[in-house]
């Protein structure tokens, strides 16, 4: 039985490790913005109905 709580002790503190590293990259990193186009073909947009 110990070693059944220090198993379930282990498997808790990388959860919460990974858990509070998701969450800092979440907090603390800001992507770089950047302007996106995307050239829309005309069939697309001016079709005859």
Same mark, same amino acid.
């Given at each position: 039985m110990p070693s !059944?709580?220090?198993f !379930?002790? !282990?498997v808790g503190i990388l959860?919460?490790?990974i858990y509070g590293?998701?969450?800092a990259?979440? +907090?603390f990193?800001? #992507?770089p913005q950047r302007e996106i186009t995307v #050239?829309? #073909?005309p069939d697309r947009y001016s079709? +005859?109905?």
């Open positions: !059944l709580f220090r !379930l002790a !282990l959860a919460g490790a590293g998701m969450l990259l979440a +907090q990193y800001d #992507p #050239p829309i #073909p079709k +005859q109905r």
